[in-house]
């Protein structure tokens, strides 16, 4: 039986739909555990948040500031979430005075930073006097319950796809999510490992926000979270969701994941038209090219297929790119917020024909790999 939604209003102030607000899109986008009721942002008051992000209406209202929403909310929503995910982790002081507003009125605070509410003494208080709950989704596991690298990840024997980037922020986990829907409707069980805040708040059972782990334990983390879904679910395909990129000077992330899920294909997401890495102006970002050439390097697996980010493009442009990947690269490409997953379903039947065994035995849907 499903578990019901909690209902919760999302924290966003100036960066919805930028990329400092991608944890609040991707909740607006999907989201298993949370009935999103609205989004906090004064810069888009008035407007529909579906609109802002995707140019179709989803009926989820972007709010002035949290009073504003709770005059014309018909309820007061179950959770605040903070949904921004700045390279700077610390909360102004107005946002602690709108978490401190919301547990007045009763709503639990999730919280998605490097910095611990939970462990924050004003909030602790404010907490135990409103009862509400604080959860921390970054806060790593207890050390007794943390994982160091097995090889067990060896008896894993049904594929495991990565989904990685070029850069931060640049649709890894709308690709995921989108990707992991689309086979669970087409017939082929697929579950998706979580590696960030955003991934965990959207519903994901397995994984952990691995930016928040000791070094020593990241890769077994990973590796823990891929046989456990393996030996749970029976899954026919595991997902996992990349973080920042194998060649950003900024973060080991990347690499922690191929190493931990040892993937037996990469899906890899570009956004063509940013010039500079996200949050680092001075630093270009790498060709396409490149960044497959060092996955290689690294690990031993393939890129299977281009996702492309359509910022700042238009339709023709975000085709033209299409055409010239695929010209360029021989392999399939696609934006799956525009076209959806086909292309990157039929690149997996290509390369795991159990696949399409699978699609057949479980589907009414016919096989993608006979469709135009």
């Known amino acids: 039986m499903p578990i019901a939604k909690k209902t919760a209003l999302v924290y966003c102030e100036n960066q919805f739909g930028l990329m400092d607000g991608k944890t609040a899109a991707g909740l607006v986008r999907h989201s298993e555990t949370y009935n999103i009721l609205g989004v906090i942002d004064s810069s888009l008051a008035g407007k529909d948040a579906g609109e802002e992000l995707d140019n179709q209406k989803n009926y989820i209202p972007i709010f002035a500031n949290l009073q504003s929403a709770l005059d014309q909310l018909p309820d007061i929503p179950d959770c605040y979430i903070y949904g921004k995910a700045p390279l700077d982790a ?71 796809v990565a989904i990685l980037g070029t850069d931060c922020a640049c649709g890894k986990m709308t690709t995921a999510v989108e990707l992991n829907k689309a086979l669970n409707n087409s017939g082929i069980k697929s579950v998706l490992v979580a590696t960030g805040q955003t991934g965990l708040m959207q519903g994901a059972t397995y994984g952990v926000s691995i930016d928040a782990l000791v070094s020593q334990f990241v890769i077994g983390e990973i590796e823990n979270a891929v046989v456990q879904a393996f030996q749970q679910e029976s899954p026919d395909i595991i997902l996992v969701e990349g973080q920042s990129s194998v060649s950003h000077p900024a973060f080991m992330s990347s690499v922690g994941i191929l190493k931990g899920c040892m993937p037996d294909g990469i899906i890899l997401q570009h956004p063509p038209s940013r010039k500079f890495r996200c949050d680092f102006p001075l630093l270009p970002m790498p060709s396409i090219v490149s960044e497959i050439l060092l996955i290689k390097a690294i690990a031993q697996t393939q890129v299977i297929a281009i996702a492309l980010s359509h910022e700042n493009l238009t339709e023709t442009e975000v085709q033209r790119t299409i055409k010239s990947y695929e010209d360029r690269l021989l392999l399939p490409t696609t934006d799956v917020l525009t076209y959806g997953c086909t292309k990157l379903i039929r690149a997996l039947y290509s390369l795991f024909p159990s696949l399409v065994q699978q699609n057949q035995r479980n589907s009414q849907i016919p096989p993608l790999l006979r469709t135009g």
């Open 90 to 160: 610390s909360i102004s002081i107005a946002e602690r005075s709108l978490i401190l507003e919301a547990m007045t009125n009763g709503m639990d605070i999730i919280n998605g930073l490097h910095e611990f509410f939970s462990e924050d003494p004003e909030f602790i208080e404010m907490a135990a006097r409103w009862g509400i709950e604080i959860k921390d989704i970054r806060k790593p596991p207890k050390l007794k319950d943390l994982h160091v690298f097995t090889g067990e990840i060896a008896k894993v024997n049904i594929p495991v």
